[in-house]
């Protein structure tokens, strides 16, 4: 069982900047790929970008390429999402998620682990 909480919502004004963070309770946080998802009002929860166990392969959604870049540090068992140039239609519940698998996904539905999310909203 993974434990996963973020943190680093928040109120921004649009073109502004956050970074969000998802912490999670395993010895093994190497061993799991993980995403960033979101979930507007209304919308079904839609892939933001996912990073392979080690870090070194990432791939972002199209609607945050250039302006979005996930991270993580498997040494403090943490996972990041900086958000720069951020717009209105960005206002969401973030969620992070872990799956337990050798590869990375951008599908919601092979994820096993989630984290109960954090607002981001910006205003215009």
């Known amino acids: 069982q993974v434990q996963l909480v973020e943190s680093g919502g928040g109120l921004v004004q649009a073109g502004g900047s956050l970074r969000l963070s998802c912490a999670a309770s395993?010895?093994?946080?190497?061993?799991?790929?993980m995403g960033w998802f979101r979930q507007a009002p209304g919308k079904d929860r839609e892939f933001v970008a996912t990073i392979s166990g080690s870090g070194s392969t990432t791939f972002h959604a199209d609607s945050v390429k250039g302006r979005f870049t996930i991270s993580r540090d498997n040494a403090k068992n943490t996972m990041y999402l900086q958000m720069n140039s951020l717009k209105p239609e960005d206002t969401a519940v973030y969620y992070c998620?872990?799956?337990?698998?050798?590869?990375?996904?951008?599908?919601?539905?092979?994820?096993?682990?989630w984290g109960q999310g954090t607002q981001v909203t910006v205003s215009s």
């Open positions: 395993t010895r093994t946080f190497s061993n799991y790929p």
């Open positions: 998620a872990a799956r337990p698998s050798t590869y990375y996904s951008d599908y919601s539905g092979n994820y096993k682990y």
